[in-house]
């Protein structure tokens, strides 16, 4: 192997278009390509910009072109040569360096490599070879645009909040374990045995102490981990882009984050996103879509029949209204000549969220079919129709539950509708914000309250006396941001008062020692005067997704874990040694 030595880069591969004909240039990059032409050899070079050509002839220099004949993909190479501007009928139009080639002078070969287990840009290879081999999948154009525009949101966020006002503050990674949703990850003290470290879920009580602190504005870009399930969009660890500040309301929250967002979108990827964002609150959001994150960019609104079929027959709508559910649908116009076979497989999606079933009515060429004629006059299923503003060629479905289920199952066959019918518009944004969430949910199972964001988010203040009158119907001041259906983050104002905050422990059925144990630092920073604050935690991957156009969160981020959390490239999480077990005082029960 020879040294970089005298070999310094004049250009990136894909910048090369910019040199003068006749210049000398040195280039250096991976080999992508090596063709022979008779006593031509065309090495293509490639680097995170783009690729250029190389041109060496043996009969210029046949020492020089036996080695390039040797050059094989992924070589690391060093090229000394000349720009040489390319014949008309030689330009290749699909290259930003089409135009030019280098003619080689000198080559040294930097590093060698093994024939890769796929080739770079493979689309076709299957997730699990490329993660355990990221090093190379990185290598990929897509991949590196996606890193690159991380980088960009990333600093276009420092600099927005920056000149704001806002300071960023690093919290903690090692902290004490406290209820937040999901499950900690974590850490066994050494120094103190039978004792833990959690990895921070988010550093929200923390950042609620900042502003106790009098710092006003905080933020940070901050990794978060939590030990859930995975899915595309979510991962064990992610990172958020964490706001705080103090003495504001909600409407204060929501116009500094909108801002944050459209410099984010217009100055890391050129999208230009309206102002202001849309509100609805959770109640609407849940009775049109279904969802509490929304798509919002098609149709296919849910539609509540319960009255007009309430009375009939029908012992499936009959039991689901008596139980407190409801009957609500969905026109997939256009719809109507779905065969048999794949209506059914509509029914079989949305049993996997718990619905028994569908009703379909199906008009098309005049006539109505439906699989609960039997059950309606003629009049009455012309109201149904009515009610859905269906039209010939249309199919309407119909689901009949608990209104959990209802929304759930409806919610995810609009998406899927719109999925196989392409109704989703490529390139549009619909960024809104969901607001009046209910302050707690009832777990029936357990007999208690579960805090719907956490506990530490207020109740709004019209709704604070329902604590104790009926904590069920209360709202908060929860604030979530969607865009194109995803949650592209959530926050609230919070809770600054001991009192109240008291007595949504006491609500939450958290016992005295509870408290204590995972609270007392909270609360004996409000004893000392806390302001009113409140903020936004925005998911960065999940945004940056957003914008590169992919479904899959792995996509964004360097170095992701697959499906079961484990991380192919390095083998995490792994076994250790005898010796560090004991140290820790932990005994193995598997």
Same mark, same amino acid.
Not at 18 to 28: E, K, M, R
Not at 367 to 379: H, L, M, R
């Given at each position: 192997?020879?040294?970089?030595?005298?070999?310094?880069?004049?250009?990136?591969?894909?910048?090369?278009?910019?040199?003068?004909?006749?210049?000398?240039?040195?280039?250096?990059?991976?080999?992508?390509?090596?063709?022979?032409?008779?006593?031509?050899?065309?090495?293509?070079?490639?680097?995170?910009?783009?690729?250029?050509?190389?041109?060496?002839?043996?009969?210029?220099?046949?020492?020089?072109?036996a080695k390039a004949e040797g050059l094989k993909s992924e070589y690391v190479v060093a090229v000394a040569g000349k720009i040489a501007l390319r014949r008309e009928k030689d330009i290749n139009p699909d290259m930003a360096t089409g135009k030019i080639e280098i003619i080689?002078?000198?080559?040294?070969?930097?590093?060698?490599?093994?024939?890769?287990?796929?080739q770079i840009g493979d689309d076709s290879v299957s997730e699990a070879l490329r993660l355990k081999h990221r090093y190379l999948d990185l290598r990929r154009d897509a991949l590196q645009y996606n890193l690159r525009l991380r980088h960009s949101v990333t600093m276009a966020?420092?600099?927005?909040?920056?000149?704001?006002?806002?300071?960023?503050?690093?919290?903690?990674?090692?902290?004490?374990?406290?209820?937040?949703?999901?499950?900690?990850?974590?850490?066994?003290?050494?120094?103190?045995?039978?004792?833990?470290?959690?990895?921070?879920?988010?550093?929200?009580?923390?950042?609620?102490?900042?502003?106790?602190?009098?710092?006003?504005?905080?933020?940070?870009?901050?990794?978060?981990?939590?030990?859930?399930?995975?899915?595309?969009?979510?991962?064990?660890?992610?990172?958020?882009?964490?706001?705080?500040?103090?003495?504001?309301?909600?409407?204060?929250?929501?116009?500094?984050?909108?801002?944050?967002?459209?410099?984010?979108?217009?100055?890391?990827?050129?999208?230009?996103?309206?102002?202001?964002?849309?509100?609805?609150?959770?109640?609407?959001?849940?009775?049109?879509?279904?969802?509490?994150?929304?798509?919002?960019?098609?149709?296919?609104?849910?539609?509540?029949?319960?009255?007009?079929?309430?009375?009939?027959?029908?012992?499936?709508?009959?039991?689901?209204?008596?139980?407190?559910?409801?009957?609500?649908?969905?026109?997939?116009?256009?719809?109507?000549?779905?065969?048999?076979?794949?209506?059914?497989? &509509?029914? #079989?999606? =949305?049993?996997?969220?718990? *619905? +028994?079933?569908?009703?379909? !009515?199906?008009?098309?060429?005049? $006539?109505?079919?439906?699989?609960?004629?039997?059950?309606?006059?003629?009049?009455? &299923?012309? #109201?149904? =129709?009515?009610?859905?503003? *269906? +039209?010939?060629?249309?199919? !309407?479905?119909?689901?009949?539950? $608990?209104?959990?289920?209802?929304?759930?199952?409806?919610?995810?066959?609009?998406?899927?509708?719109?999925?196989?019918?392409?109704?989703?518009?490529?390139?549009?944004?619909?960024?809104?914000?969901?607001?009046?969430?209910?302050?707690?949910?009832?777990?029936?199972?357990?007999?208690?309250?579960?805090?719907?964001?956490?506990?530490?988010?207020?109740?709004?203040?019209?709704?604070?006396?329902?604590?104790?009158?009926?904590?069920?119907?209360?709202?908060?001041?929860?604030?979530?941001?969607?865009?194109?259906?995803?949650?592209?983050?959530?926050?609230?104002?919070?809770?600054?008062?001991?009192?109240?905050?008291?007595?949504?422990?006491?609500?939450?059925?958290?016992?005295?020692?509870?408290?204590?144990?995972?609270?007392?630092?909270?609360?004996?920073?409000?004893?000392?005067?806390?302001?009113?604050?409140?903020?936004?935690?925005?998911?960065?991957?999940?945004?940056?997704?957003?914008?590169?156009?992919?479904?899959?969160?792995?996509?964004?981020?360097?170095?992701?874990?697959?499906?079961?959390?484990?991380?192919?490239?390095?083998?995490?999480?792994?076994?250790?040694?005898?010796?560090?077990?004991?140290?820790?005082?932990?005994?193995?029960?598997?």
């Open positions: 192997m020879e040294n970089l030595g005298k070999y310094r880069r004049t250009f990136y591969c894909g910048e090369f278009g910019q040199a003068a004909a006749d210049a000398p240039v040195v280039a250096v990059g991976w080999v992508n390509r090596v063709r022979r032409l008779g006593q031509l050899v065309f090495v293509t070079l490639r680097d995170h910009t783009g690729l250029v050509q190389i041109a060496l002839d043996e009969a210029a220099n046949p020492a020089l072109f080689a002078e000198e080559l040294a070969i930097l590093s060698n490599s093994a024939l890769p287990p796929f966020t420092r600099n927005f909040l920056s000149n704001r006002g806002f300071i960023e503050v690093e919290t903690p990674i090692l902290t004490n374990s406290a209820p937040e949703g999901a499950r900690d990850y974590l850490v066994p003290s050494r120094a103190q045995p039978g004792k833990f470290y959690a990895l921070p879920q988010s550093p929200q009580v923390l950042k609620q102490i900042l502003m106790v602190s009098s710092i006003d504005k905080y933020f940070q870009i901050a990794k978060c981990l939590r030990d859930e399930d995975l899915r595309a969009d979510r991962q064990p660890e992610f990172t958020q882009i964490d706001i705080e500040q103090a003495f504001i309301d909600q409407d204060d929250v929501l116009a500094l984050t909108e801002d944050l967002i459209i410099e984010i979108f217009k100055n890391a990827a050129g999208i230009d996103l309206p102002k202001p964002f849309p509100r609805m609150s959770h109640a609407e959001a849940m009775s049109r879509f279904g969802s509490d994150k929304p798509d919002t960019r098609f149709g296919l609104e849910l539609v509540d029949i319960s009255g007009i079929v309430a009375g009939s027959e029908f012992a499936v709508f009959e039991n689901a209204l008596a139980a407190g559910g409801s009957v609500r649908g969905i026109n997939a116009a256009g719809c109507a000549t779905l065969s048999r076979k794949q209506i059914d497989s &509509l029914v #079989e999606h =949305v049993k996997t969220y718990k *619905a +028994k079933g569908l009703a379909w !009515i199906q008009l098309l060429g005049g $006539e109505v079919k439906t699989t609960i004629s039997k059950f309606f006059s003629p009049e009455k &299923l012309a #109201e149904i =129709v009515a009610a859905f503003d *269906a +039209k010939d060629g249309d199919l !309407i479905l119909i689901c009949a539950d $608990e209104n959990t289920t209802v929304f759930d199952a409806l919610g995810h066959l609009r998406l899927e509708i719109a999925r196989r019918q392409d109704l989703i518009p490529e390139g549009l944004y619909h960024p809104l914000w969901i607001l009046e969430f209910p302050l707690l949910i009832w777990d029936a199972e357990d007999g208690r309250y579960y805090a719907n964001h956490h506990p530490f988010t207020a109740p709004r203040d019209e709704d604070l006396h329902l604590l104790d009158a009926d904590p069920a119907a209360a709202r908060s001041k929860q604030h979530d941001l969607v865009i194109n259906g995803y949650e592209a983050g959530g926050g609230s104002i919070r809770i600054h008062r001991e009192d109240v905050q008291q007595k949504m422990f006491e609500v939450l059925s958290y016992s005295k020692e509870e408290i204590y144990a995972n609270f007392s630092h909270l609360m004996e920073a409000f004893r000392y005067g806390a302001p009113p604050h409140g903020g936004i935690a925005l998911g960065l991957d999940r945004l940056v997704m957003l914008m590169a156009k992919t479904a899959n969160i792995r996509d964004v981020i360097a170095f992701p874990k697959q499906q079961d959390g484990s991380c192919p490239l390095t083998g995490a999480p792994n076994t250790v040694f005898p010796q560090q077990l004991d140290e820790l005082k932990i005994k193995l029960l598997v």
